[in-house]
Structure formats: C-alpha cells, structure tokens
C-alpha cells in the first residue's frame, strides 16, 4: 500500500513538472521586455475594467502614462481604477463612461474626451465581445462592439492622435479572424444561435485586421502607426457569453491551458510601447512579434471596401 501510494505520488508530481514545462514553453506566452516611459503620455482602453484590459491598464500606468478606462458598468471600472492606482501608485488613472453597444454613447464619449483630456499618445481598442443579437442601433451586436463602435471612436478621435504623434493606435483582435469573411450583405446584420455568435465573432475580428491594413495606408506621412494583434488564447470573462453546457468545462480547460490576464496583456503592451516598430504600422502581431496573415486579411481591396462599407453604415461617407 505504501509503495502504490509512493508511485501515485511521484506521477502526480510528474505531471505537475510536465504542466508546468508546457505552460511555461507553449501556453504563458512571450513578454514584453522593454522598459519604455511613459510619462507625459495619455492612453485610452476600452474595456479597461477587466481581463486583458486591466492588465495592460496596470501596466500602462505603472510606465507613468495617465490611463482613461473606456467602460460601460461604472461600478466595475471605477473599482478597476482604485486597483490600478493602488498597485501602480500612479493616481492618473480615470474611468468615463462608454457603451459600444451605442454609438451615441461612442459619440458623446469621444465629445467628453475631447473636451477633457487634451492629449492622447496611444488609443487601445480593446474591449470586446461574443455574443448574439442586435445592438441598440440595429446592428450585429459582435460586429457593431468589435468593430464598428471601434471605427467610429478612432475616426473621432484620430485628429487628437495626429496633433500628439508620434502616436498609436492598438486593435485586439483574434487568431479566429482566419475563420472570418466579410460578406457585405450581411456581416452588420443581427444573429442567432451558437453558430452565429462563432462566425460573428471571427468575421468581426477580421475587421479588426483589416481597419488597421487601411488605417496604416491613410495614415502615411502622418507619425501615426496603428496595429492589430491576437493576444493569445487568455482566460477571460468572455467566456461568460458561453450557453451554460459549455460554460464550466470550458472554464475549466481554460485555467489550465489558456494564458492569465496578465500574459495575454503582453503583445498589447508591446505594440503600445515598443520602440522602432513604426515601419511595421498596419502588421499584426503575435507573442510580441510581427507575423504574417493569412490571404483572406491580406487583400486591400477588401480592406479599402471595408473601410467605406463601414463609412457607410455610420453615416461618416460624404
């Protein structure tokens, strides 16, 4: 008896010492390693108050940048700020509020902050989710937080950027965006069922991708640089868009197989603050380096389409 459990004993260790070499060499993920300043610096995340959005607030502020948290519950955002400003002791921490879900809120946002803050050096696209329905304008609610709130915000407040750069703007997107297609028919339309929320999820972010590509070309000349970036698969609070059967044990994988908040943080901080990286503008990123994309986020046609598709359904196209 004492040998069997000597024997079960040494293989849980084991496989403890297997996890953590897979862990540490195919799960947590670069990190970012250099230790630039940011004093001086204004930074904007939406979806701030959580999850990779917090970590790369945390991180941002603790390089001295003060920090705007774009967020729609205003009870978890201004708890997110007083964590923030106590682990950074940085006090340039704020919350104003903003719902993606709305583009009155997005526009009325973009007013305040303009009014308010009269810098801003990097603009963090940030927030998202996965999810089925209508927005409160009628749209594909993935596709109208992912992306479209998203291309509204940076339209209203890329003369802001323009007037700080050298400046730049960050988009999360997804290694799902593969997965995605932009169907011009009906990629803004609402959907159901489990398998809609999969494909608008992947086709919004592919949207991410292809607004940086177009953002990067009309930016030339300007000392804006733009990028767009899979953080990893990351246990976040995403997975409470999930149906209840697939909730748990997918909560379960992914505390052991995904990246904490904290790692998945790291190629947003990169692409926030690496220096040289400005000739890159419009790439997308991985584990805080540059990878190429795959042909269907590669076409600039479709990139350029996009943009005025996009144009279009905010009523920006003159």
Request: glycine share 8%.
């Amino acid at each position: 008896m004492e040998m069997a459990l000597e024997v079960l004993l040494a293989s849980l260790v084991g496989l403890l010492g297997l996890y953590i070499l897979i862990y540490h060499n195919f799960i947590k993920g670069k990190t970012c390693q250099n230790e630039t300043r940011l004093q001086g610096k204004t930074v904007l995340i939406t979806g701030g108050n959580a999850g990779i959005g917090k970590a790369t607030a945390l991180d941002l502020a603790r390089r001295g940048a003060r920090v705007v948290l774009g967020c729609r519950d205003r009870e978890r955002a201004e708890a997110a700020v007083q964590d923030i400003r106590r682990e950074s002791g940085n006090k340039e921490v704020v919350f104003m509020s903003l719902d993606l879900g709305s583009l009155s809120s997005v526009r009325a946002f973009a007013e305040a902050f303009l009014r308010s803050e009269p810098r801003l050096d990097i603009l963090i696209n940030n927030a998202g989710v996965y999810c089925v329905g209508k927005s409160d304008d009628g749209f594909n609610a993935a596709f109208q937080v992912n992306h479209l709130a998203h291309f509204l915000l940076t339209h209203l407040l890329l003369d802001r950027l323009k007037q700080c750069a050298p400046s730049r703007v960050v988009a999360v997107s997804s290694f799902l965006y593969q997965l995605g297609r932009i169907d011009f028919q009906n990629i803004h339309l609402p959907v159901e069922g489990r398998l809609g929320a999969f494909k608008s999820y992947c086709n919004s972010k592919l949207a991410n991708v292809l607004h940086v590509r177009e953002l990067a070309n009309r930016l030339q000349g300007t000392d804006v640089s733009c990028y767009a970036l899979h953080p990893g698969s990351v246990h976040t609070k995403i997975l409470r868009y999930f149906p209840g059967w697939i909730k748990s044990p997918s909560t379960v994988a992914s505390w052991l197989f995904f990246r904490d908040a904290t790692n998945g943080a790291q190629t947003s901080i990169y692409c926030a603050t690496q220096e040289g990286i400005e000739k890159l503008s419009g790439c997308y990123f991985e584990d805080c380096r540059q990878k190429d994309l795959k042909p269907n986020a590669r076409d600039p046609m479709l990139a350029k389409k996009l943009w005025e598709f996009s144009e279009k359904l905010l009523g920006l196209a003159s």
